[in-house]
């Protein structure tokens, strides 16, 4: 004798189209990690499910960064400079920006700062924080906000990832080709 089993709903869905098969979710979980130039143009792109958090991905992110030299000379890798917030700061990303001798402008959270006191004498140094350079992580914000003046990647609407990229990826192209850049001769 057959039994009848109930379909599990969708996400945001009623759990059956016409045609009596289970809905496919229409929005996926993603986002993308972001690191840009001083002007606020995207140099790597790296989408991720939405579960995983940034710094996971912080090292991925920095080995995507290339700029081009002229002369057809080799392309630059490194940057001089990572601005990041509290989020990023853990002893495996300073440790990794230092082995590439790149600077690090990251504001130390307040659980590593009431350690150090609780250390008393032993506490130790506090790592270098540059507050005119911190002020302008902002940049990295408005680059998001240019990203997502287009309607698909503030929805996050699509359902592969590799569509997801592609649109940041086009975006990311159109704002470096309506960049005011110097002219190079």
Not at 66 to 80: H, L, N
Request: net charge positive; charged share 30%; hydrophobic share 35%.
């Amino acid at each position: 004798m057959p039994t009848s089993t109930r379909p599990t709903p969708a996400k945001g869905g009623t759990g059956q189209d016409e045609s009596g098969t289970r809905q496919i979710p229409r929005r996926t979980d993603q986002q993308a990690a972001l690191a840009t130039d001083g002007r606020g143009l995207p140099l790597a792109v790296l989408v991720t499910p939405g579960n995983v958090n940034d710094c996971t991905v912080f090292t991925q992110v920095l080995e995507q960064i290339t700029v081009a030299r002229p002369a057809g000379e080799r392309p630059r890798t490194r940057p001089d400079r990572v601005i990041a917030d509290k989020a990023y700061r853990f002893r495996a990303i300073r440790t990794h920006l230092r082995s590439r001798r790149i600077k690090a402008t990251i504001p130390e959270r307040a659980d590593q700062q009431a350690r150090r006191r609780r250390r008393g004498r032993h506490r130790g140094r506090p790592p270098a924080f540059d507050p005119a350079a911190y002020r302008r992580r902002n940049v990295v914000e408005r680059c998001f906000n240019k990203l997502k003046q287009w309607r698909g990647i503030a929805t996050r609407y699509d359902k592969l990832s590799r569509n997801y990229r592609a649109a940041i990826t086009l975006v990311s192209a159109l704002l470096w080709i309506n960049a005011d850049l110097p002219a190079t001769a």
